[in-house]
C-alpha cells in the first residue's frame, strides 16, 4: 500500500542546470498537487494537475518551471536554467477527487533541491 | 488573499500541555489542517476538522474551531520531546479541497 513517491528526495544542481522531480501518486489517485517549501517557511501551493491536464498553475513562476502529469507515469516538475533562489523542499500530493466531503489529500516525503 | 497565520515558537516543559493557534481568513474554508514536519522530513497529518464542527479530539490532540473568529487551535496534552516539531495549520475551500493553504509554521520545542 504505498503512499505518495517523490524522487530524488535529495538533488544538487549547478546554476543554469535543469531539475527534474518525479511524483508517483497513490494508486487509483488521478489528482496531483505540487508545493514549494523555501527555507523555514511553510508550503506554498504551485500547481493542480489531473492527468494529462493543468487545472490550476496559479502558484507557478511564470518562467522556467513546468509540470506534467502524463497519462502513463508519474508527474514531473521541470525546473530550467536553476538559480539559487529555487533551493527549496518541493512536496508532492495526491487525492482521489479534487471536491466534496471526505477528501483527504496524502502527502509525499518531499525532494531537496539544493543549487551551488 | 486567502491568508494563514501562526505564531513562530511555543517552548512548554515535557507533560504540560502545549497550545498551538491559528488565524484564517478566508470564511469559505470547508476544511482545516493540522500537520506536524520534523527535520528534514516530510508532512504528516494529524488531524483534520470539517468546518461544521466546533471540536475534534484524538487521544492526546484536541483541535478546537471557532468559526465566527476565524480561529483554530491545537492542543497537546501531556507533551513529550518526541513532539518537538514544526506544526502547520491549513485550510482549504470546498471547491478544491486539494489546494491547501499553509501557514508559516510553529516550532514547538519542549524542554525535558
Known amino acids: 500500500n504505498a503512499g505518495v513517491m517523490q524522487n530524488p528526495r535529495h538533488l544538487v544542481r549547478r546554476r543554469g542546470q535543469e531539475a527534474r522531480l518525479r511524483c508517483s501518486p497513490v494508486k487509483g489517485h488521478s489528482h496531483v498537487y505540487w508545493y514549494r517549501q523555501l527555507p523555514e517557511e511553510g508550503l506554498k501551493f504551485m500547481v493542480y494537475?489531473?492527468?494529462?491536464?493543468?487545472?490550476?498553475e496559479s502558484g507557478m513562476p511564470k518562467e522556467r518551471f513546468s509540470a506534467e502529469f502524463p497519462k502513463e507515469g508519474p508527474s514531473i516538475l521541470r525546473i530550467q536554467q536553476v538559480v539559487r533562489g529555487d533551493s527549496a523542499a518541493y512536496f508532492c500530493?495526491?487525492?482521489?477527487?479534487?471536491?466534496?466531503?471526505?477528501?483527504?489529500?496524502?502527502f509525499g516525503e518531499g525532494s531537496w533541491l539544493t543549487v551551488v | 488573499g486567502e491568508d494563514v497565520e501562526q505564531s513562530l515558537f511555543l517552548s512548554v516543559r515535557e507533560g504540560d500541555s502545549s497550545v498551538i493557534n491559528c488565524t484564517y481568513t478566508d470564511s469559505s474554508s470547508t476544511y482545516l489542517y493540522w500537520y506536524k514536519q520534523e527535520p528534514g522530513a516530510g508532512l504528516q497529518l494529524l488531524t483534520y476538522i470539517f468546518s461544521n464542527m466546533d471540536m475534534k479530539q484524538d487521544q492526546r490532540l484536541t483541535v478546537l474551531l471557532n468559526k465566527k473568529d476565524k480561529h483554530l487551535s491545537l492542543r497537546i496534552a501531556d507533551t513529550q520531546t518526541g513532539d518537538s516539531a514544526i506544526y502547520f495549520c491549513?485550510?482549504?475551500?470546498?471547491?478544491?479541497?486539494?489546494?491547501?493553504?499553509f501557514g508559516q509554521g510553529t516550532t514547538l520545542q519542549v524542554k525535558p
Open positions: 500530493a495526491s487525492s482521489p477527487m479534487g471536491q466534496g466531503p471526505g477528501n483527504t489529500i496524502y
Open positions: 491549513a485550510e482549504s475551500s470546498s471547491s478544491n479541497t486539494g489546494k491547501l493553504i
Open positions: 494537475l489531473q492527468k494529462e491536464n493543468i487545472i490550476d
